[in-house]
């Protein structure tokens, strides 16, 4: 069965750090970029950051560049999102997906070329 399964959500308080991780199964992600979306009630889901699997591009939402980190590890089948800083204004649920093309520059938006997707996990950033 293929699968993305995003875990390490949570409440935190302004200010604070999560680590979200989208682990793969039924299919590897060495041959996909990944990315990770948000989407608040109401708002269309965003790009937030995205990492190709040529050469580990990266794309970051200008929001949240200098605070979000992502990252993947192929051995554990897994990509991962470093939140730090973390703002009310990041409240939304994350998903992850596999994608292609490898262009993440111009690619990192959530449309038809989306292969895969997580169930998603929230994320709530509030005193």
């Known amino acids: 069965q293929v699968q993305l399964v995003e875990s390490g959500g949570g409440l935190v308080q302004p200010g604070g750090s999560l680590r979200l991780s989208c682990e793969a199964s039924?299919?590897?992600?060495?041959?996909?970029?990944i990315g990770w979306f948000r989407q608040d009630p109401g708002k269309e889901r965003e790009g937030v950051s995205c990492?190709?699997?040529?050469?580990?591009?990266?794309y970051y939402l200008d929001s949240v560049k200098g605070r979000f980190t992502i990252s993947r590890d192929n051995s554990k089948n897994t990509v991962y999102l470093q939140m730090n800083s973390l703002k009310p204004e990041d409240t939304a649920v994350y998903f992850c997906?596999?994608?292609?093309?490898?262009?993440?520059?111009?690619?990192?938006?959530?449309?038809?070329?989306?292969?895969?997707w997580g169930q998603g996990i929230q994320v709530t950033v509030s005193s």
């Open positions: 990492i190709s699997y040529g050469d580990d591009t990266t």
């Open positions: 039924g299919f590897t992600l060495d041959y996909y970029a």
């Open positions: 997906a596999a994608f292609l093309p490898d262009t993440v520059q111009t690619m990192c938006y959530p449309g038809r070329h989306m292969h895969y």
